[in-house]
């Protein structure tokens, strides 16, 4: 169970909101800086929980918004902070850094195991696994959902959305030639029942699903993205979507990125538009 689930008790309401004297010490050495911040607990054991921020110190400073954050608060002992150059810095370290040391009080644990997408098999979209093909490179997969059951829900809503019939996409079994209970409240358009063919369906599916298309990892091997600030210049890492880590040179970021690496969705996430349109300058390695 994750403590931000339980509700405060009423004494917890009560208690009136000041930031914990034991950590202004710290807040007073957090740069007004991109970056990335973490709350520990006593001992150094696993963090209590990992954000990030344009502005490390205008951001730790706006934790005491609720009870559970003024919880968090007391028991951490000490805040750290890494730099970054800009915010597609904070972000890809945040996500390594909660993804590695899933923290308390990070609500979103983010795991890659269960990672799905939709493909289409003989005209049939059927959910495919990260864990049995390489979604960097996999030509033709749709949206991206951490269970099985989330990616049949987001095939649901898109049939919903388009009057797709579940029947031609086996989602529902049906008598041939006969017309499912969506078509009859005019939810389908009816490729049950011979109101469309066939062919039109499935060229209505096609649109429906390149709105979720996944983009291919579209270089030859791993790239550089270039951010810089005022004081800071960092070369993030990137292969098959998936961050490797900064550096501060070439030759440090050549040898990030030697690691094989895989298909990542929060990479793919935080990176694909940036990537696909180089909003930031982009080195090949
Ligand atoms: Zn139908």
């Known amino acids: ?44 054991s696993l ?5 990030k921020s344009v502005n490390l110190r205008s951001r730790v400073l706006s934790h005491l918004r609720n009870p559970q954050e003024a919880r968090m608060l007391r028991q951490a002992t000490h805040i750290s902070h890494i730099r970054t150059a800009g915010e597609i810095g904070a972000l890809l370290l945040e996500a390594q850094l909660i993804k590695q040391q899933q923290p308390l009080y990070n609500q979103k644990l983010r795991r890659n195991r269960q990672l799905c997408a939709l493909q289409l098999h003989d005209g049939k979209p059927e959910v495919v696994h990260a864990r049995d093909m390489d979604f960097a490179s996999a030509p033709d997969l749709y949206g991206l959902y951490s269970s099985r059951t989330a990616a049949l829900q987001a095939l649901h809503e898109l049939a919903d959305a388009h009057a797709l019939c579940l029947g031609a996409l086996g989602l529902e079994k049906l008598p041939a030639g006969r017309a499912c209970f969506r078509a009859m409240i005019k939810r389908c358009h009816g490729v049950c029942c011979g109101r469309e063919t066939p062919a039109e369906h499935a060229q209505r599916l096609q649109a429906a699903l390149e709105g979720l298309r996944i983009a291919t990892w579209p270089y030859a091997g791993a790239i550089a993205l270039k951010e810089r600030c005022d004081d800071l210049q960092q070369l993030h890492v990137v292969h098959n979507w998936c961050y490797l880590g900064s550096a501060t040179t070439l030759p440090q970021a050549r040898k990030l990125a030697k690691v094989a690496a895989g298909f990542d969705a929060d990479g793919y996430k935080i990176l694909c538009r940036q990537i696909l349109t180089e909003q930031l300058p982009i080195v090949q390695l």
């Open 47 to 51: 963090p209590l929980y990992i954000g």
């Open 1 to 44: 169970m994750r403590p931000h689930a339980r509700r405060p008790s009423e004494s917890e309401q009560a208690i009136p909101y000041a930031y914990p004297e034991h950590l202004c010490t710290a807040l007073q050495g957090m740069p007004a800086a991109p970056g990335v911040y973490i709350f520990h607990a006593q001992g150094d």
